[in-house]
T-cell receptor, first 113, second 114 residues
Framework: GENVEQHPSTLSVQEGDSAVIKCTYS??????FPWYKQELGKRPQLIID?????GEKKDQRIAVTLNKTAKHFSLHITETQPEDSAVYFC????????????FGRGTSLIVHP | NAGVTQTPKFQVLKTGQSMTLQCAQD?????MSWYRQDPGMGLRLIHY???????DQGEVPNGYNVSRSTTEDFPLRLLSAAPSQTSVYFC?????????????FGPGTRLLVL
C-alpha cells in the first residue's frame, strides 16, 4: 500500500516568513495529492490539491509543487500570518475509483507575531 | 446542507464498555470513511465504505466494527473499549468519480477510555 512521509513534524516561523512542508510517497501509481489544514479543535479541511499532470499549483499565498520522478511534493506558504498556525496534512491517492487517501503524520506550523 | 455530522462530541467510557459513534451526511456521498487521530500519528484509516452494504478495512481496524445500511449513515462500533482506543475520531465522506476526491470531514468525536 501507499506510505506517505511528512517533514518536519513541527515548524516555527516569524510572521511574514515563508514556510515549506515536504512529503514523499511510495506508490508510483498515486496521482492525486491534497493538503488539509486543521485548526486547533477543528476538522481537517482541504486547502489545495495537485494532480500528477501538473508540476505546480498556486492559490494566493499557498502553492504546491510535485516532482513525480522523485515522488515528493511540497506545500509552500508565503508571507505567513498568525492565522496560518495549524496542523497541515499531506495525502496521496489514486483517482478514478474507490481509492482512499493515505495521510502523512502532520506538521504543526506555528507563526509567531 | 448540514454536511457531515458526528455524535457525540465527547464521550468517556470505562474499559470493556461498548458504544457506537454516529456519522451522517446529507450530501448523497457514496464514499464514507472513519479515521482516528492520535498525537504525532496523523489520520489513520479504520474502516471505509464505497456504498450501502459495502465496507472494507483500513490500516487500523482491530477493535472496531462498521456497517452501512443506508447512503447517509456510517456508524462505528467499539465492542469492548480499551485505553488504546482513546483518540479523536473523524468521519469523512466524498462523492465517487474522478475529480471528486476531496474528503469532507465531520467535526470529530473525542473519546476517552479509562
Amino acid at each position: 500500500g501507499e506510505n506517505v512521509e511528512q517533514h518536519p513534524s513541527t515548524l516555527s516561523v516569524q510572521e511574514g516568513d515563508s514556510a515549506v512542508i515536504k512529503c514523499t510517497y511510495s506508490d508510483s501509481a498515486s496521482n492525486y495529492f491534497p493538503w488539509y489544514k486543521q485548526e486547533l479543535g477543528k476538522r481537517p479541511q482541504l486547502i489545495i490539491d495537485i494532480r500528477s499532470n501538473v508540476g505546480e499549483k498556486k492559490d494566493q499565498r499557498i502553492a504546491v509543487t510535485l516532482n513525480k520522478t522523485a515522488k515528493h511534493f511540497s506545500l509552500h506558504i508565503t508571507e505567513t500570518q498568525p492565522e496560518d498556525s495549524a496542523v497541515y496534512f499531506c495525502a496521496a491517492s489514486r483517482t478514478g475509483g474507490s481509492y482512499i487517501p493515505t495521510f502523512g503524520r502532520g506538521t504543526s506550523l506555528i507563526v509567531h507575531p | 446542507n448540514a454536511g457531515v455530522t458526528q455524535t457525540p462530541k465527547f464521550q468517556v467510557l470505562k474499559t470493556g464498555q461498548s458504544m457506537t459513534l454516529q456519522c451522517a451526511q446529507d450530501m448523497n456521498h457514496e464514499y464514507m470513511s472513519w479515521y482516528r487521530q492520535d498525537p504525532g500519528m496523523g489520520l489513520r484509516l479504520i474502516h471505509y465504505s464505497v456504498g450501502a452494504g459495502i465496507t472494507d478495512q483500513g490500516e487500523v481496524p482491530n477493535g472496531y466494527n462498521v456497517s452501512r445500511s443506508t447512503t447517509e449513515d456510517f456508524p462505528l462500533r467499539l465492542l469492548s473499549a480499551a485505553p488504546s482506543q482513546t483518540s479523536v475520531y473523524f468521519c469523512a465522506s466524498r462523492p465517487p468519480g474522478r475529480g471528486q476526491e476531496t474528503q469532507y470531514f465531520g467535526p470529530g468525536t473525542r473519546l476517552l477510555v479509562l
